[in-house]
């Protein structure tokens, strides 16, 4: 049994069913079978609308579209996708798309965001980046997380240049960073990190260790096996030592000028006693 249209194909319209209830309804449409409902178009659209106002459309062209009248993509929503509450509420965290993973809980799953685009002039598609949260272990019950950033080059496959760890550590060009910003290159002739400042009435690079003045370091450069520079909290340097005991506490010579030149100069102040500068 069922319900069948027999219409002219002159007419604006081939089918069309019209509801009306009252107050003491619940449900204005309830479509329940345990059969497959199969929409089948071939012109126009397939469109819901309540109460004079569409709410959903389906295009010739297989766009949906909720929210809007014109989906130009394969879903496309005008509005909120999802709302979840108290999850994050210290953070203000509202409303967002909720993409979730629902392999079996293990190290490693995690819903994600994926971004691609069109790379050949023929039309084809590929990802080129991906937003992915994992679960950091495999304990049942525990929901630490954290985030990856994936990008690739042209000719390899997408991989975790960024990370954000459970600890809230930063890690670039490293997966495990031990420290709050932990970055990494192997790269020949190039830089770690590079510092510009242009502007003329602008400050460098602060350095804010608010720690107590003792030897430990605000700031250490060092090598494969030594100390190059030691700044010390304290506000003693040592150049060569990690253990400065003067405001500059050098473990090597000091050349001042050039090879060729004599202009260079070492200018030390204090009180002249058997036959030292103290």
Known sequence: SGIDWTFNTASTKYARVDLDYDTRASVGLLI????????DFSSSRFAIQNNGSEKMRVTSGGNVGIGTTAPSAKLHVDGDINNYEGIGASDDVRKGIVAYDTTAQA?????????????????AYTFGAIIKMYKANGTDGNYSSGLKFQVRESGTSLSSKMVLTPEGNVGIGTTAPGHKLDVYT???????ASFSQDNATGWGVLIDTDGVSNN????????????VLWAAQSGNVGIGTGAPGTKLDVDGAITAGTATS?????????????????
Do not use: C, E, F, R
Request: glycine share 16%; charged share 10%; no cysteine.
């Open 32 to 39: 329940d079978s345990g059969y497959p409902i199969t929409l």
């Open 186 to 192: 192997n790269t020949d002739n190039g830089y770690v």
């Open 262 to 278: 004599t202009s260079g100069s070492v200018l030390m102040y204090g009180k002249y006693s058997n036959g030292h500068i103290a």
């Open 216 to 227: 430990d370091p605000a700031l250490w450069v060092k090598n494969a096996t030594s100390t």
């Open 107 to 123: 190290a490693g799953v995690g819903g994600q965001i994926a971004l691609g685009y069109k790379y050949t002039n023929a039309g």
